[in-house]
């Protein structure tokens, strides 16, 4: 099985697409955990939802290419996901169902999801997801970066696009991390330095 933790995805905007620019290329790693930061509004869902759509060998369309994606399988999980999913949950201790997992609370319907993007993956997958952190204590934050740091030791090729706020999720699975809309691919240390002198300076302020 092809090796894909030295291979790139590469996305080139062939017009502006929101806050995007023509010409504009970025660069994801296919085989390890990419974290999408960025302001409110830069773009991280728009970009997300670029993977979720394009999922061959090389894609055209109106606004962008997609270019370099091996024969992997794209999960999507979005933290609004988690609370609208209908699901039937067995496990080797207990069985749940639930209906409409909306009815119970953000926590219990991410639980059920999480179990379920586990059982989804294999070898050759990359899993998209959109700001899972909302509403999640950093317990469940941990729980969920447990999660995937056992994915990616147990399958070949598994690869991971998380578009996040989360300091946290970022320092303890991120792999790469790329700055939107700028495309900017830094090292996910280069990253949290930068943002611990800004939080720095902010408690310098308040103080």
Known sequence: ?????????????????????????????????????????????????????????????????????????????????FRVSKSALVDSKREIYLTHLNQ??????????LFRLRKKCSDNTFILLDEPETALSVEAQIELCKAITDMKRKYKNFGCLIATHSMLITELIGERVIEIPSGENISTREYLDKKSRLIEEARNYCL
């Not at 697409?17 to 296919?30: L, N, V």
């Not at 609370?105 to 999801?113: F, L, P, R, T």
């Open 1 to 81: 099985m092809e090796d894909y933790s030295k291979t790139f995805m590469k996305i080139k905007f062939i017009r502006d697409y929101f806050t995007f620019k023509q010409g504009q290329e970025i660069e994801i790693s296919q085989g390890k955990i990419n974290i999408i930061v960025g302001d409110n509004g830069a773009g991280k869902t728009t970009f997300k939802n670029i993977f979720k759509k394009q999922t061959r060998l090389l894609s055209e369309g109106k606004y962008f290419a997609f270019e370099n994606m091996m024969n992997q399988n794209t999960i999507e999980n979005t933290a609004e996901g």
């Open 104 to 113: 119970k609370s953000h926590g219990q319907a991410w639980k059920i999801e």
